[in-house]
């Protein structure tokens, strides 16, 4: 299934500057971050969130807590040091996070994780994302499924059938995440049950 390939200007964080006015002194961080705010929160009926993978980002839970954004851990119960480091965890956001420009100018091309676009509130959503946190291979093991890395989803999701897509999605509206290259984002939307994956240039 092919890409469809756009550009993306605008902004959300700070001055609102498009990428085609870009000056000298802007931080291209920033910019690049206006871009991708203006992509993820388009819709004023959905809210944003990011599924974050502690085992590519350090010290990730202790970040979370410095921060006002809502957040928790996909996985349950008390954990042990280690497992909570390395746990998904769900953070919901808005458009003037102050995650938003650490994410990107820290962990873009690093596949610290997804955004997901979704009118569900934020525990509805993580019960969704805990019903597949482990899968059975062919063999009837248990494998963890790591759905939350860039580099599963964007490959996994355009070979789901409309069963497999029904589960994944639920409510969710879009997946967006990283591109094979630092300068490009992948949507994922669904609509009756079809996904048309799109690359936009930042």
């Given at each position: 299934?092919?890409?469809?390939?756009?550009?993306?200007?605008?902004?959300?964080?700070?001055?609102?500057?498009?990428?085609?006015?870009?000056?000298?002194?802007?931080?291209?961080?920033?910019?690049?971050?206006?871009?991708?705010s203006?992509?993820l929160?388009?819709?004023?009926?959905?809210?944003?969130?990011?599924?974050?993978?502690?085992?590519?980002?350090?010290?990730?839970?202790?970040?979370?807590?410095?921060?006002?954004?809502?957040?928790?851990?996909?996985?349950?119960?008390?954990?042990?040091?280690?497992?909570?480091?390395?746990?998904p965890?769900?953070v919901?956001?808005?458009?003037?996070?102050?995650?938003?420009?650490?994410?990107?100018?820290?962990?873009?091309?690093?596949?610290?994780?997804?955004f997901?676009?979704?009118?569900?509130g934020?525990?509805?959503?993580?019960?969704?994302?805990?019903?597949?946190?482990?899968?059975?291979?062919?063999?009837?093991?248990?494998?963890?499924?790591?759905?939350?890395?860039?580099?599963?989803?964007?490959?996994?999701?355009?070979?789901?059938?409309?069963?497999?897509?029904?589960?994944?999605?639920?409510?969710?509206?879009?997946?967006?995440?990283?591109?094979?290259?630092?300068?490009?984002?992948?949507?994922?939307?669904v609509?009756?049950?079809?996904?048309t994956?799109?690359?936009?240039?930042?």
């Amino acid at each position: 299934m092919s890409a469809n390939r756009h550009s993306v200007a605008g902004g959300a964080i700070g001055d609102s500057v498009h990428l085609t006015e870009r000056a000298s002194d802007v931080d291209p961080v920033i910019v690049r971050c206006n871009a991708l705010s203006a992509l993820l929160f388009r819709e004023p009926d959905q809210t944003v969130y990011a599924l974050l993978d502690g085992a590519s980002i350090p010290a990730l839970p202790n970040r979370l807590a410095e921060s006002p954004e809502q957040s928790g851990c996909l996985y349950r119960g008390e954990l042990g040091l280690d497992l909570k480091m390395t746990a998904p965890y769900l953070v919901k956001l808005h458009a003037g996070s102050e995650l938003l420009p650490w994410l990107w100018g820290e962990g873009w091309g690093k596949n610290w994780g997804i955004f997901v676009v979704t009118p569900l509130g934020f525990e509805e959503l993580r019960r969704h994302f805990r019903g597949f946190l482990r899968v059975r291979d062919h063999s009837g093991r248990i494998l963890y499924f790591r759905y939350y890395d860039p580099r599963v989803l964007r490959v996994y999701l355009p070979t789901c059938n409309a069963g497999e897509i029904k589960t994944v999605f639920g409510a969710i509206s879009r997946f967006v995440c990283e591109g094979e290259s630092a300068d490009e984002v992948m949507e994922l939307p669904v609509h009756r049950l079809r996904i048309t994956p799109r690359t936009v240039l930042l």
